[in-house]
């Protein structure tokens, strides 16, 4: 019988939260759109974006990062954060830069990060920056959730802020990325 090492299983509880973080979308979006509740599209988002902060504690803590959790992890926070941006571009049309921006840098990142997967057989894990935007991203949401006439004046800096260190953050990882793509691919170690 051939056993599984760590890195291969699928089924552990950090998985199981990225896997209900995705389970999740259709919810908030409901309740946004279907029901039009802020406050219980806000319960939710949070929901979500707590879980996503406690799948990568147990991951790092209890020896649980694997393959599986490095891919699906991202791919659960980008369809959230796209779902619930697309859902509050419908009151907040100055959101569209954020949004743009988000899905130039996710989709770059996803492109490279295949061919990266691909050439050199290597998931690179999120960076501090990465991290940095996606609390961002979720306090920006947040904040237009539970904020709903929120002063123009607030809602254009937040959306600056997070749009500034989404865009350095893509820049980073664009740098980081390339670098990866262009080691040779006999070369081994962190990139």
């Not at 799948?55 to 891919?71: P, Y």
Request: glycine residues 6%.
């Amino acid at each position: 019988m051939n056993k599984r090492t760590g890195e291969d299983r699928i089924w552990t509880i950090p998985n199981i939260l990225s896997i209900f973080r995705m389970v999740l979308i259709p919810v908030f979006v409901w309740t946004y759109c279907g029901l039009k509740n802020d406050l219980a599209t806000a319960l939710v988002l949070l929901i979500s974006g707590l879980s996503d902060t406690v799948d990568g504690v147990i991951a790092r803590r209890f020896n649980m990062v694997t393959t599986f959790g490095k891919a699906i992890d991202p791919v659960a926070d980008k369809l959230t954060q796209i779902a619930m941006l697309l859902c509050l571009l419908t009151r907040f049309p100055s959101l569209i830069i954020l949004f743009v921006l988000l899905l130039i840098k996710e989709i770059t990142g996803g492109v490279m990060s295949l061919l990266i997967l691909k050439r050199r057989k290597l998931v690179l894990p999120a960076d501090w920056h990465g991290k940095l935007t996606t609390f961002l991203l979720y306090a920006t949401m947040l904040l237009h959730l539970v904020w709903g006439s929120i002063p123009e004046s607030v809602s254009n800096t937040s959306i600056a802020v997070c749009s500034a260190v989404t865009l350095m953050s893509f820049v980073l990882y664009f740098i980081r990325n390339f670098r990866a793509l262009s080691r040779s691919e006999g070369k081994s170690g962190a990139v």
